[in-house]
């Protein structure tokens, strides 16, 4: 069964990936979109392409139910999803899903539920293979790893970018600490004992954070990050594991076309587990219209709760609130 999709917002992200993994999937009809600029139609096959709107709202009221991506300015996520899920729209959003707090999250997970919808946050890079093959590498030791580093760095971005407005949910936590929430949930399966997060630079005259770093403690170990828009590239994680360790490049944004490997290390052999290149969007907007098929309408909001809920931990320790959940 073919199911449309509706674009809401066409911003860099959308054109470099969504849509190229939206084209890819047989199972993808027709592509609407509601963007205030112009479209530019070579984006989209002319077979494939169907409705356009300058308006948000009104997109969401004149396009049939379908599958809703909503990727706009994060602190505007919670409001569109709200309307789209109200309009009966299955939705799948860019992280971070909300702004205001894991109570908001919540709040929506429950009307995606009463509306019998999936809604499904857009962080993708548990369904790559590179993060599988992470997994698998230190799946030996039968239990969960002692340590988990994460690191997530780029250079600064254009100053216009939204990240850089505090008005629209920008900063470094925001941007990143999904990635450091679903890491600890991908990797250890259990819910943290406590939460510590410090921000270590800021920018521009709003003072967005630039940089933060985080340790999340679980029963069985810790995660250890370090995320920033403003340093050196550097894109890893690293697993140490009772017998064996890991390491893994490019986990968190790997390109479709990216031939990857996992490094590890067992009783101080090296080896090297090579990695095809897979297109991480396409496997989580398969894995969705897998759960809309299904009738599945929890699994994926469940994901999306527990990382909202280690979130607004993060989010609180940097403002110097208490760090135990």
Not at 90 to 115: C, F
Not at 118 to 132: D, I, K, Q, T
Not at 231 to 245: G, H, L, M, R, W
């Amino acid at each position: 069964m073919r199911s449309d999709v509706l674009i809401i917002g066409m911003g860099s992200l959308v054109q470099r990936r969504v849509l190229p993994a939206l084209l890819t999937l047989d199972r993808v009809g027709k592509i609407h979109v509601a963007s205030p600029g112009p479209l530019d139609t070579s984006l989209i096959p002319p077979e494939r392409l169907g409705s356009c709107w300058q308006s948000y709202e009104e997109a969401l009221q004149e396009c049939s139910p379908c599958l809703a991506y909503v990727s706009l300015p994060n602190s505007m996520h919670a409001d569109c999803v709200w309307a789209a899920l109200a309009s009966g729209h299955h939705v799948i959003v860019d992280k971070p899903a909300v702004t205001a707090g894991y109570a908001l999250a919540r709040d929506l997970a429950e009307l995606a539920h009463s509306q019998s919808r999936v809604l499904a946050e857009a962080n993708v890079w548990p369904w790559h293979a590179l993060a599988r093959r992470a997994k698998e590498a230190i799946g030996d030791d039968q239990i969960a790893p002692r340590a988990v580093i994460a690191t997530f760095t780029s250079p600064p971005m254009n100053p216009e970018n939204f990240r850089y407005r505090k008005d629209l949910g920008g900063g470094a936590l925001f941007d990143r600490g999904s990635y450091a929430a679903s890491c600890g949930r991908f990797f250890f399966s259990e819910q943290p004992l406590d939460v510590s997060c410090t921000i270590l630079s800021h920018a521009g005259n709003a003072g967005v954070d630039t940089s933060f770093s985080s340790v999340i403690r679980y029963p069985s170990g810790v995660l250890l990050s370090f995320f920033s828009l403003d340093s050196e590239y550097q894109n890893k994680i690293e697993i140490v594991c009772p017998s064996s360790a890991c390491s893994v490049e490019r986990v968190f944004s790997p390109p479709a076309d990216y031939i990857g490997s996992v490094s590890v290390r067992s009783r101080n052999q090296l080896s090297r587990v090579e990695v095809p290149a897979e297109d991480s969007f396409a496997l989580f907007v398969d894995d969705v219209l897998d759960a809309i098929e299904q009738c599945d309408h929890d699994r994926h909001s469940s994901i999306l709760l527990e990382d909202a809920k280690v979130l607004e931990w993060l989010m609180k320790s940097a403002d110097g609130g208490d760090n135990a959940n």
